[in-house]
Every structure is written in structure tokens, then in C-alpha cells.
Nanobody, 121 residues
Framework: QVQLVESGGGLVQAGGSLTLSCRASGRIRLIRSMGWFRRAPGTQRDLVAEFTRYGDIMYADSVKGRFTISRDNAQSTVYLQMNNLKPDDTAVYYC???????????????WGQGTQVTVSS
């Protein structure tokens, strides 16, 4: 059973920082992409930052210059360093990975359970 386990959410004041982490566990043949999405109340789930399957890094325009995605391939872990947080960053943050479990015929998207980030003004 493959799982994405997130940690690091919480409550922070505007201008503060948080770091999220997401580790893929289980029997994994290949990780094609891995990154972070978020959903604010009343909105859809949108991309925040991602290592794409083509080797690029994508960021939402709203977080460029403030958020940094990084990874530890040996640990199948991706991190999101969030600086200069704003109240508009308040959302549930989800880890997503297009990965290929052992025994599966192809890769497919897996999602973490989500972690709440709340930024107070």
C-alpha cells in the first residue's frame, strides 16, 4: 500500500514561515512527479509547486519568490518551504505524486490526506 504522508502545517502570523514535508512510503517502482496543491475554502484545488515528470519545477504565480520546493530522492520526500506567508495562503495543502507502485501496470496520481495551513493577519 503506497501512501503519501504530509506534515508541517499549522498556524502562523502573516510574514512568518512554515515548512511542509511529504514522504511517499510503500513499494514504489517509480516516482514520475511530486508536488503540492492547495484548496482554500470555496475554491478548487490548485497547483502550488511541483517537480514535473519532465524534470521541470513549476510554481503558481502567487507563490513565486516566496515558496521553494525541494526534494530528497533517497527518502522519496518533497518539501515546501513557505516564507513571507500571507492570509491568502490559508488553505489545506495536499501532496500529490504520479507514481508507479510495484505490481501495478502503470503510474497514477496519489494524494496525501492534506495538512491545514492558516495564516493570521
Amino acid at each position: 500500500q503506497v501512501q503519501l504522508v504530509e506534515s508541517g502545517g499549522g498556524l502562523v502570523q502573516a510574514g512568518g514561515s512554515l515548512t511542509l514535508s511529504c514522504r511517499a512510503s510503500g513499494r514504489i517502482r517509480l516516482i514520475r512527479s511530486m508536488g503540492w496543491f492547495r484548496r482554500a475554502p470555496g475554491t478548487q484545488r490548485d497547483l502550488v509547486a511541483e517537480f514535473t515528470r519532465y524534470g521541470d519545477i513549476m510554481y503558481a504565480d502567487s507563490v513565486k519568490g516566496r515558496f521553494t520546493i525541494s526534494r530528497d530522492n533517497a527518502q522519496s520526500t518533497v518539501y515546501l518551504q513557505m516564507n513571507n506567508l500571507k492570509p491568502d495562503d490559508t488553505a489545506v495543502y495536499y501532496c500529490k505524486s504520479d507514481l508507479w507502485p510495484m505490481g501495478a501496470t502503470s503510474s497514477y496520481d496519489h494524494w496525501g490526506q492534506g495538512t491545514q495551513v492558516t495564516v493570521s493577519s
